[in-house]
């Protein structure tokens, strides 16, 4: 069975930055699509960022030119960046993997922008 665990989340201040960071498990890495997701209070899940065909990588609107999405094929993780928070991505972030046909999911994990 794929696991994703996240870690990284936490509360920072207008401005900061936090890097989250994916670790996934019994999977053949190099080859899944890593995305994450985030879900505000009241909203829906929407799309952050992605890594396709191993390294091209998509984002958001919204986050562009504050996040970065990266991945270590060697210790079978995925990190996103986030520079310049502001209190409107302040949400529950998930990790996603898109694996043979199949989407996982971790089990998220807070990050809160307020002063």
């Known amino acids: 069975q794929v696991q994703l665990v996240e870690s990284g989340g936490g509360l920072v201040q207008p401005g900061g930055s936090l890097r989250l960071s994916c670790a996934a498990t019994n999977l053949l890495f190099s080859i899944a699509n890593m995305g994450w997701y985030r879900q505000a209070p009241g909203k829906e899940r929407e799309f952050v960022a992605r890594?396709?065909?191993?390294?091209?990588?998509g984002y958001a609107d919204s986050v562009k030119g504050r996040f970065t999405f990266s991945r270590d094929n060697a210790k079978n993780t995925v990190y996103l960046q986030m520079n310049s928070l502001k209190p409107e991505d302040t949400a529950v972030y998930y990790c996603?993997?898109?694996?043979?046909?199949?989407?996982?999911w971790g089990q998220g994990t807070q990050v809160t922008v307020s002063s």
């Open positions: 890594i396709i065909s191993g390294s091209i990588t």
């Open positions: 996603n993997a898109v694996y043979r046909g199949s989407a996982y």
